[in-house]
Structure formats: C-alpha cells, structure tokens
C-alpha cells in the first residue's frame, strides 16, 4: 500500500512541478511554496520505494533546482515585497555574471529591462517568483533542453497508463510543433521513448495516439528522417495491423506515415511494409471512417512521391475502386480516393487502374453525382487522365454502355475527341 501511495505521490508531483508545466502549450503559473509540503512528499528515504528509482531522483533533482531559485529569489528581494523589480533584478544578473567583460553601464542596464520585459507575463513592470524563476532557468540554461530529457526519462520510467507519462508525452508532443525545439526532443532520446509506448500498449488505449501524434509532429518539422529511421514506420505499421479501423491510433498512425512520406520517406515507409498494411485497412474500414481517409491520402502521397507502381502492384487500385463503389460523395475518403487515383494514373499506371475496375467506378460516380460534389468534380477530370495516358479505348467502352445520361453522353464527346 505504500508503494502505490508513493507512485501516487510521484505522479502527482510530476504533473504539477513547474519544470514540467512550463512545457505545456498554455503554461502554469509556478507554485509559491515548497513542492514538498505543496503535496505532502515525505522525505526520499520514507517514501517506500528505492532512492535510486528514475522518478524519485527527478522528484528530487526538481525540488533542489526549486529551493535555489527559491533561495537566490529571497536573497535578492531587499524589501521582502514578494517581487522583483527592475534594481532587484540588476542586482541578481550581476551576481549570475551575465554583465559582459565590454558591456557598459548603460548597454547593461538596457538588457536589464528587456530582460524583464520579455518575462514579465502579466506587464505589471516587476517579476513575481514563477516569472523570475522561468528567467532564471533560462540565464543559468537550465531550460528547455533539460526540460526534455527530463520529459523523456518520465516515459521511460513510467507506464503507459500512468497520467503522467501520459502527460509527458502530450508535452513532448507540443515541443515537436516547433522546429527547433523538435530537433532538441530528437536529441534528447524521444523518437525510441516513443516508440517503445507504441509496443507497450494496447492498440486502443489514448496514451497510443498521443504518442503518434508526437511522431507526426516530429516528421513535419524537420525530423522525418530520424523518426523513420529509428524505426518509427515498423512502429505505425504494427499499430495498422494490430488496430480496428474506429479507433483514433488506427487513423493517428495513417495519418503520420503520411506525414513521413510528405517530408522525403516515401522509401522507408515502402520498405517497412506500410502499402500493405494501407491497404488492407483501406479494404476493412468504412468510407466514412476518418482512417479509411488517411489511409488513402498517404497511398496518394506514396503514388505521388514516387512509389505509384510500388501501390499499384500492392493492390490498391481493386481497394480504392471498392472504396467508390461502397462510399457517398460526401465521405472526406471519397475526394481522398479520387486525388489517389489520379496520382496513379498521371504517375504511369493508368493501365492499372483501368484493369483494376477504377474506370467503371469512377463513370458511375460522374453519371451519379451532383455537379456541386467535390468528388463529382474529381470524379470528371479522372476520366480525361485516364484517356491521356493511353486508356481511351477502355473509358469510351464504358461510356457507351451509359449513353443514356447526360452527363455520360459529354463526356462521350471528349473521349472521341481524344481518340482523334
């Protein structure tokens, strides 16, 4: 009983501590008083697990960082009014040595005040604790860099099911939208935290998804290459595979190998089994599914980026013409199987598409459809790519057996013309 309270404790403590919560999107204000009477923590020794544990030390390690800005606050804070103004201020930049050796009076004294200005959140003209501290951290670097390795080791340490790995990962998630600050999540280890999370939990567990969207965040910001070869896409495709097609890490993981391909991995992506497993997800989801839209984007982004005879050959085609018959135009997967198609068909595999039963579909559609549709829309243009790219013969074919419709018979016409 103990030890569950002690996990309890650390938990508790990690999710509020100021080192973690100044990573957070919105931020949260730093508490005013000692962490460990904030939360009742008994000293390391009484608190029923070993002091060597990952996070007990980062409990610790936290409250020491804590008591010294606490203590050069204090120190500096000659009226004892609880905030730090502009001479207060001076006076601690002085005694951290950040006055350079050629900066005079006056150039320092400027610093001065952009230093508080730009921490000075609520623009009261003085600092309170939790303002001074974030300066602080930032003057003595102890600031996001190793905020993160900090946010790594909690998911490291912590369960998938613990709120605050949990929450770890929706920090790391937050800093991956940054460029800069994603290549310093990448450096501090996260991309294999991450990773293991995806292995160690069930498929249709929230902590999953986050960790996904952790990825994808990283892959749009300049770390696609480390995320795919740190064995991120073998990763996603387990979770295709292991997945149903409703839940949100099904969609999640679609989505980010998307992402993947997007940004220069269309290779990698292949090469871990990914067209498969999109496909076949492709065939097992529902049109109105927001995976099943993902998963044809990113066959789309595939076909599009050099892989088309790759998602051909898989069998793509057969799935994505299923996929028109079975959807309605106003399925976000229809417009997606639409672009999808005519990425194959401008990328050399009209042939395929038009042996894969795309070309009936696609006729159907237009002749079905409301002229105010998206997928009506698309669903018209294919037909001509189709004919462009040597399958005239076979739209004209399917076209005559839907004379009857106006819309068939216009796009009769443009057929023959093409075959002119």
């Given amino acids: 009983m103990q030890a569950a309270l002690s996990a309890g404790w650390v938990r508790d403590t990690l999710l509020r501590y100021r080192f973690y919560c100044t990573l957070a999107e919105e931020g949260t204000p730093l508490p005013t008083n000692s962490l460990r009477a904030r939360h009742n923590l008994p000293p390391s020794s009484q608190r029923g697990l070993p002091s060597s544990s990952v996070t007990m030390d980062l409990v610790d390690e936290a409250e020491m960082r804590e008591e010294v800005v606490r203590s050069c606050f204090a120190e500096h804070d000659i009226d004892g009014n609880g905030i730090m103004d502009t001479g207060e201020l001076k006076s601690v930049l002085l005694t951290l040595g950040v006055k350079g050796a050629d900066e005079n009076d006056e150039e320092f004294d400027a610093r001065v005040q952009g230093c508080l200005g730009s921490s000075d959140a609520n623009v009261d003209g003085v600092l309170c604790f939790d303002e001074f501290a974030n300066l602080y951290n930032a003057v003595k670097g102890i600031g996001v860099a190793q ?7 909690i998911v490291r340490a912590g369960q998938p099911d ?4 949990a929450d770890a990962v929706k920090a790391l998630a937050n800093l991956a939208l940054d460029e800069h600050q994603a290549a310093a999540v990448v450096r501090a280890g ?8 995806l292995h160690a939990e069930k498929p249709e567990h929230g902590g999953t998804t986050d960790a996904t969207q952790a990825l994808g965040n ?14 991120a896409v073998e990763a996603l495709v387990w979770l295709l595979r292991s997945g149903q097609p409703e839940h949100d890490m099904t969609s999640s993981a679609a989505q980010v190998l998307g992402y993947l391909v997007d940004n220069g991995q269309a290779e990698a992506v292949v090469l871990g089994g990914a067209v498969e497993a999109l496909v076949k997800l492709v065939c097992t989801g529902q049109p109105e599914d927001a995976a099943t839209a993902y998963a044809v984007g990113a ?6 980026n050099g892989q088309a005879e ?7 085609v057969e799935a994505l013409a299923g996929l028109l018959r079975a959807g309605q135009v106003e399925h976000k997967s229809m417009t997606q199987t639409l672009r999808t198609l005519r990425y194959l068909t401008n990328k050399g595999q009209a042939e395929a598409v038009a042996a894969g039963g795309a070309v009936e579909a696609l006729v159907k559609l237009v002749c079905t459809g409301q002229p105010e549709d998206d997928a009506t829309t698309y669903a018209a243009k294919s037909p001509e790519d189709i004919a462009y790219n040597g399958q005239a013969e076979a739209l004209l074919l399917l076209i005559r057996l839907r004379t009857n419709n106006r819309k068939t018979r216009a796009a009769q016409l443009n057929s023959r013309a093409l075959l002119q």
């Fill in 162 to 165: 613990q709120k605050a790995a």
């Fill in 218 to 231: 990283l892959a749009r910001n300049g770390q696609a290459e480390a995320v795919a070869a740190r064995g």
């Fill in 299 to 304: 066959l789309g982004d595939l076909a599009k």
């Fill in 190 to 197: 996260a991309i294999e935290a991450l990773i293991d999370m």
């Fill in 310 to 316: 790759t998602v051909a050959e898989g069998r793509a």
């Fill in 147 to 153: 905020h993160i390795k900090e946010l790594v080791r």
